[in-house]
């Protein structure tokens, strides 16, 4: 158990459809990473928090949008969902900014 | 540019080595890191190994860093059906952010 988690496990959802995956820090992390795994694009980097605030931004689309909460806990927004977005979306968090990164195990999204 | 490399299968006899090559791209990364993902599961870290070192034996894991290629490798000695799994390195890019660059993973058989 690597102290991140993550919920749901699955989501079901329809194209259209806006969802919220949730991430839970292990205890004392301050940052928060969100990776996207997909058959065609493999592990991809999405947007990084740090107590709080966005410190980095890779390959994440404008419909999707990422907050952390004075807890630490971060959200992932995915909305107007197409059959593209089904994937595995990970968190990772880390002590500080450049400290290893222990990964939650993940929410399957599918869109129909 | 950011592309870290991995052979995409490898099979190998339980009892015997396996070894896992990935070669990446950027030299000021900090880390490079080892994680396993089992089937329907979430992203595992083995190990990692800082920049500065050569080489990491953590029991029957053992990294070894080319600095010079840019070339990392995994062994795992007395592979057991249990190993079977893909096996993701990455890399922690340089610069601001502490993201992670995945390469596209080794699935590794392991025949009883």
């Known amino acids: 158990d690597s102290g991140v988690t993550q919920t749901p496990k699955h989501l079901i959802t329809a194209t259209g459809q806006r969802v919220t995956l949730r991430c839970s820090p292990r205890?004392?992390?301050?940052?928060v990473y969100w990776y996207q795994q997909s058959l065609d694009q493999g592990l991809q980097f999405l947007i990084q928090y740090y107590n709080g605030e966005e410190r980095a931004k890779g390959n994440i689309l404008e419909r999707f949008s990422a907050q952390q909460f004075p807890d630490l806990h971060s959200e992932l927004n995915l909305s107007s969902l197409e059959l593209g977005d089904s994937a595995l979306y990970f968190c990772?968090?880390?002590?500080?900014?450049?400290?290893?990164?222990?990964f939650g195990a993940g929410t399957r999204l599918s869109v129909l | 540019g950011e592309d870290v490399e991995q052979s995409l299968f490898l099979s190998v006899r339980e009892g015997d080595s396996s070894v896992i090559n990935c070669t990446y791209t950027d030299s000021s990364s900090t880390y490079l890191y080892w994680y396993k993902q089992e089937p329907g599961a979430g992203l595992q870290l083995l190990t990692y190994?800082?920049?500065?070192?050569d080489m990491k034996q953590d029991q029957r894991l053992t990294v070894l860093l080319n600095k010079k290629d840019k070339h990392l490798s995994l062994r795992i000695a007395d592979t057991q059906t249990g190993d079977s799994a893909i096996y993701f390195c990455a890399e922690n890019y340089g610069g601001a952010t502490n993201k992670l660059i995945f390469g596209t993973g080794t699935l590794l058989a392991v025949q009883p």
């Open positions: 205890s004392g992390d301050l940052s």
């Open positions: 990772a968090s880390s002590e500080g900014l450049k400290n290893i990164q222990y």
């Open positions: 190994i800082f920049s500065n070192m």
